[in-house]
Each structure stands twice: as structure tokens, then as C-alpha cells.
């Protein structure tokens, strides 16, 4: 399975958003697209006579577009000092997350929200504004770049996402994505977050079966999720395996 989620995911992913390139050169895969975009190096293939000029040939690249990047280090990437690399190249980490598979016709697809919580699908800039609010909320962090890349995705290539926000009354209270990988067996859940007030009432869970229902609708085999300390369990009790960890580099210009 870790196999195939590097050969599908990361060695040939197809670009995947509005006005995104993947791209191959000097031993790296790279997804690039605008300032608002997820922008970062997937893939690797070195070693240790040449991950230094890789790295530093990836700097240059993004640099020079003023583009912030990730470096996503596997922890089976080579080579196994890599981390230490890109430390010495001026990268920061961000917490460690785990690489999490299953089978989609292997998950529970049963879970309904708590009482008094509807799922509303995500399809225009209001929803967008609403998905937004929550993340800052259950983050703490700011979610203006996150708004933009969303509502691009929504409104250009509506077909490589699928949206959702939790309502309680006509408060959002969670929000969750399913991006689709054109050409592979996997789909991934992304931004899966509550607001702390509503945190342990089985709406993470709600939000894990609605979009694995719309994977099967799909035909998507595998669903893919990097996951926290905090989904980790949850993930685990519905059926995920660790593949293994996964932690973002990230160089800003």
C-alpha cells in the first residue's frame, strides 16, 4: 500500500487544481501553483552526494518566485538524514503527522451528525466563508490563503473537491474536505476540524463517513489522511492503517 500511495501520490500526480503544474527536475517532484496554493515538493529520489543540491536548487526555484514551499519528509524517504538537511538549509518543521490508509468498501459509512447538526455541502463563496471561520476557530490559525485556494477550487475545478460544513442552527461548528487524484485509487481528507465546544460529540466521525460515502459514489478505492495526534485514534477505531509519518518542512522567501 505504501508503495502505491508514493507511485500514485507522489511520483506521478497529475496537476490537480486550477493553474497548478507538477513538475520534474533535478531529482524531485513539485506541485507549484500561485501564492494561495499549496505549493511544495511530493517526491524525492536522492542520496546523500546529491540531496544538498537538490535542496538548494529547490530553494532557488521557489525562492525566486517568492512562493513559500513545504518539503513533505516521509519518514522511509532517503536520505535517512534528510531531515537534518533540510534543517541546515534554513527549513522549519511543523508537527510530525501520520501517513493513514483504508479501503473505502471497508469503512463504516453509517455515522450520522449529533442532534440538532446538519451537513451542508460547500459550493459557493458564502460556504467557503463558513469553512474558513471554523478553521480559524479549531486551528488558531489564519485562513485567508486557505479561503482563496478553496473558493479557486470550488468555483474553476468543482469536480476535485468535494466540501462540506457542519451547522448547529445556522452556526458553523466543523468542516471537512474530500480532494479527488485524478487518475489514481486514492482520495484524500483534508481539514477535518471542530470548534472546541463541540469537540467529542461524534461529529469527526459524521464528517469521515459523509465524504467516504461520496468517495464510493466516485469509484475511489483508498482514502488517504495525514493525520494529528488528535485523529489519529479516531482514524484507527474506523479502520485506518499507518503507513508511516509524514512532516512539512516549510522554506518561506
Same mark, same amino acid.
Given at each position: ?119 451542508? $455541502?460547500? #459550493?459557493? %463563496? +458564502?460556504? =467557503?466563508? @463558513?469553512?474558513? *471561520? !471554523? ?22 475545478? $468543482?469536480? #476535485?473537491? %468535494? +466540501?462540506? =460544513?457542519? @451547522?448547529?442552527? *445556522? !452556526? ?82
Amino acid at each position: 500500500m505504501l508503495a502505491a500511495y508514493d507511485r500514485q501520490i507522489r511520483q506521478n500526480l497529475d496537476p490537480d487544481g486550477p493553474g497548478v503544474v507538477v513538475e520534474r527536475a533535478d531529482g524531485v517532484v513539485r506541485r507549484v501553483g500561485g501564492a494561495h496554493d499549496w505549493n511544495g515538493v511530493l517526491w524525492s529520489d536522492l542520496d546523500e552526494s546529491t540531496a544538498d543540491a537538490a535542496i538548494a536548487a529547490q530553494v532557488r526555484h521557489f525562492t525566486s518566485r517568492g512562493l513559500e514551499f513545504e518539503w513533505k519528509a516521509y519518514s522511509h524517504d532517503l536520505p535517512a538524514d534528510l531531515p537534518e538537511r533540510l534543517l541546515a538549509a534554513g527549513f522549519t518543521p511543523e508537527d510530525p503527522e501520520t501517513l493513514m490508509v483504508a479501503a473505502v468498501d471497508e469503512l463504516p459509512l453509517d455515522a450520522d451528525p449529533p442532534e440538532g447538526v446538519r451537513l451542508v $455541502p460547500v #459550493t459557493d %463563496a +458564502a460556504g =467557503v466563508r @463558513l469553512m474558513v *471561520d !471554523v478553521h480559524e476557530q479549531a486551528f488558531g490559525t489564519d485562513g485567508t490563503a486557505l479561503g482563496k485556494q478553496l473558493l479557486d477550487q470550488i468555483t474553476t475545478a $468543482p469536480d #476535485t473537491i %468535494a +466540501a462540506v =460544513v457542519a @451547522l448547529a442552527g *445556522d !452556526v458553523p461548528v466543523s468542516s471537512a474536505r474530500l480532494e479527488f487524484c485524478p487518475g489514481t485509487d486514492f482520495a484524500g481528507l483534508w481539514g477535518g476540524g471542530t470548534v472546541t465546544e463541540w469537540r467529542g460529540r461524534g461529529i469527526y466521525r459524521a464528517l469521515i463517513a459523509h465524504r467516504a460515502r461520496i468517495a464510493a459514489d466516485h469509484g475511489v478505492r483508498h482514502l488517504q489522511v495525514d493525520a494529528s495526534s488528535q485523529s489519529r485514534p479516531i482514524l484507527r477505531r474506523l479502520g485506518f492503517a499507518e503507513l508511516g509519518t509524514t512532516t512539512p518542512y516549510v522554506h518561506k522567501p
